[in-house]
């Protein structure tokens, strides 16, 4: 089994900066894609940014220029650096995983982290 973690939300000013983390754990397993959704009350949940395994980035227009999507391969885990935060940026997010497993085989899963919570005040 495979899981997601993610960690490092919590409560800034407008103009500030958050880093989140996701961390995936398990054995025999790959990863090929991985993503990070948000969630704001009363709304859908979108993807904020996208990044394949080989290093390939996407970035919804709200978040263009400030927030910043990386991974480290060798230790299965993605980061997202959030600069010039707004009050609109106000969501929990959610990391998002496209996973093989076991590694080698061939199928495809999609996994989700239990999210964290990103306040950004005004």
């Known amino acids: 089994q495979v899981q997601l973690v993610e960690s490092g939300g919590g409560l800034v000013q407008a103009g500030g900066s958050l880093r989140l983390s996701c961390a995936a754990s398990?054995?025999?397993?790959?990863?090929?894609?991985m993503a990070w959704y948000r969630q704001a009350p009363g709304k859908e949940r979108e993807q904020v940014a996208r990044?394949?395994?080989?290093?390939?980035?996407n970035y919804a227009d709200s978040v263009k220029g400030r927030f910043t999507i990386s991974r480290a391969n060798a230790e299965n885990t993605m980061y997202l650096q959030m600069n010039s935060l707004k009050p609109e940026d106000t969501a929990v997010y959610y990391c998002n995983a496209e996973i093989i497993v076991p590694r080698g085989s061939g199928y495809s899963y999609s996994y989700w982290g239990q999210g964290t919570q990103v306040t950004v005040s005004s």
């Open positions: 398990g054995s025999s397993f790959s990863i090929n894609y």
């Open positions: 990044i394949t395994s080989g290093g390939r980035t």
